[in-house]
C-alpha cells in the first residue's frame, strides 16, 4: 500500500553511548507519531556492509530521503552514495557540528566543484543531518517537519522490523539489543534459527566497526595519486578508468595517508578525529596540518606525515619501509622544499595586519 510519507532514517552511533542513545530514542518516539513521516532505524552507515538489510531498504526509498547520522553531512553523502544510495543534495537550515555563520559561501563552493561526479542521480532529494550538532530532539524533529511540509514523496511498506509504524514493543528491541539477548540467552547476538522460539525477528542485523576510505566524486578528479601511493591494494578502478575503492578491507585501520595526499581533499575517512579528513565542508576541510604546529610541535607537511604513516604500515605487514622512494605524487616531487598547506598557511598569517 502507498502512502505520501517523508522517508527518515536515523542510522545508530557506534557503542551504547547512554546520550547519543537517549537522543535517537526521542527522536524515534517524536516521529513514529507523527503521521507525514515514515521513520527507520539502521546501524552506523559506515559500518553496515553491503548486503546489509538496512542498507537493502535505504536503497528502496524511491522519493526524498532524511538520513540523521553521527558523521558529517558530507562524509553520509558519499559513504551512502558508495553503496547506491544518490540523489540530488537537500537543503537543510541545521549547520553541521562546529559550523560558523561565515564560514563559506554555498553557491562560491558550489561553483569551484570540478569534480568528476556521480553518473544517473535520481531525480529527488537526499537531506543528510548531523546528529552531534544539536543535543535536543526537538531541533532536528523541527527540521524534519519544515521539510516534509515542503515535499510530497511516494514510500512502500516494506521491510516492517525496520520501517514503518513499528510497534512499542519492536521500536524497544532495536534500540535496546542486549534485552533480547538477555531474553535469548546466547549472549552471542546471532539468531539460531533452529524452531526452538530464540530467533528474534525484530533483531537488527549485527554490525562491526569498519575503516575504509569514502570517496568525494564532487572533488575527485580521478588523478590517481591515491592508486600510485596506497601499497595496500584497497583502491582499483572501474570499467570506465574511474578510480573507487575495490578492496576495504585491505585498508589499515587508523591510518589517512591517502587522504593526506589527495590534491582536491576528496578522500574521506568519515571515523577520524581531524574535521579535514572526516568530511568538514568548507574551506576548513583543505586544513590538514594542525595548528599547534604553528606553536611549538615539530612541524611536518602532510605528505611527510602520509608517508610516516604508509611505513609504520609496511613495517606492521612484515614488509620494509619505502620513504619518499614509491608513489609520492609527481606534483610534489622536485628540487628543494615541498610546499604545502603549511607554507599557505604561515603567508596568509604574514599577510595579516596584525
Known amino acids: 500500500m502507498a502512502a505520501k510519507k517523508l522517508t527518515v532514517v ?159 514493543e519492536q521500536l524497544e528491541r532495536y534500540l535496546h539489543p542486549e534485552k533480547m539477548l538477555a531474553a535469548n540467552g546466547n549472549g552471542d547476538g546471532e539468531s539460531n534459527g533452529n524452531g526452538n522460539g530464540n530467533a528474534d525477528p525484530f533483531a537488527p542485523e549485527p554490525t562491526k566497526r569498519r575503516w575504509y576510505p569514502v570517496i568525494d566524486y564532487s572533488r575527485c578528479t580521478n588523478c590517481m595519486e591515491c592508486i600510485d601511493f596506497c601499497l595496500f591494494g584497497v583502491y582499483g578502478v572501474d570499467g570506465m578508468d574511474t578510480i573507487l575503492v575495490e578492496q576495504q578491507d585491505n585498508c589499515k585501520k587508523g591510518c589517512p595517508a591517502c587522504s593526506r595526499v589527495c590534491p582536491e581533499n576528496a578522500i574521506i575517512f568519515p571515523g577520524h578525529k581531524t574535521p579535514a579528513i572526516a568530511g568538514a565542508d568548507g574551506p576548513v576541510a583543505g586544513l590538514k596540518i594542525d595548528l599547534s604546529q604553528l606553536f611549538g610541535a615539530p612541524q611536518k607537511s602532510a605528505l611527510e606525515l602520509a608517508v610516516a604513516e604508509r611505513d609504520t604500515e609496511l613495517v606492521a605487514d612484515g614488509r620494509d619501509a619505502v620513504g619518499m622512494t614509491v608513489g609520492i605524487p609527481k606534483r610534489q616531487c622536485g628540487n628543494g622544499k615541498v610546499r604545502d598547506e603549511m607554507d599557505e598557511l604561515i603567508d596568509g598569517l604574514e599577510g595579516l595586519d596584525l
Open 10 to 168: 536515523i542510522s545508530q552511533a557506534q557503542g551504547k553511548n547512554p546520550v547519543k542513545r537517549h537522543l535517537e530514542e526521542e527522536l524515534a518516539a517524536a516521529m513514529i507519531m507523527d503521521p507525514e513521516i515514515d521513520v527507520s532505524l539502521v546501524p552506523h552507515l559506515y559500518d553496515m556492509h553491503a548486503d546489509h538489510t538496512g542498507l537493502l531498504f535505504l536503497r528502496s526509498v524511491p522519493g526524498d530521503l532524511v538520513v540523521l547520522s553521527w558523521i558529517f553531512p558530507r562524509a553520509a553523502r558519499w559513504v551512502l552514495s558508495r553503496q547506491g544510495v544518490n540523489g540530488h543534495e537537500g537543503t537543510t537550515l541545521l549547520k553541521a557540528e562546529g559550523e560558523e555563520d561565515e564560514d563559506f559561501d554555498d553557491d562560491e563552493e558550489a561553483k569551484e566543484s570540478h569534480g568528476i561526479g556521480v553518473p544517473r542521480v535520481p531525480d529527488r532529494k537526499l537531506y543528510c543531518l548531523d546528529l552531534r550538532a544539536y543535543p535536543d530532539h526537538k531541533t532536528y524533529f523541527d527540521e524534519i517537519k519544515r521539510i516534509a511540509g515542503e515535499k510530497s514523496v511516494q514510500t512502500f511498506d516494506l521491510l516492517d522490523w525496520i520501517q514503518g509504524n513499528p510497534k512499542q
